[in-house]
């Protein structure tokens, strides 16, 4: 797994929020893109080259990483971006 840190962020990675919309529409990480995980593996072809997918946590991250076969986890994710 490939991991970035908030602190690493550069602000042009393109973000993947895995989580429901409805979660998403509650608070997101900004200029991040909803992707939901269960959605994920049919929209394969959404994903940019290096996407950085971002959760509550990073749990779902995680296994949208290993679906995509590409892309970085922010450790944390948006509980720890908005800390």
Do not use: W
Request: aromatic share 8%; glycine share 6%; hydrophobic share 35%.
């Amino acid at each position: 797994m490939t991991e970035i840190f908030i602190e690493q962020l550069e602000g042009a990675e393109e973000l993947i929020d895995v989580r429901t919309p409805e979660e998403f529409m509650q608070k997101h990480i900004p200029g991040s893109k909803n992707i939901p995980l269960q959605e994920l593996e049919m929209r394969l072809s959404e994903l940019p080259e290096d996407p950085v997918f971002v959760c509550r946590t990073d749990n779902r991250s995680q296994y949208a990483q290993q679906l995509a076969k590409k892309g970085r986890v922010l450790l944390g994710g948006v509980e720890k971006y908005f800390s």
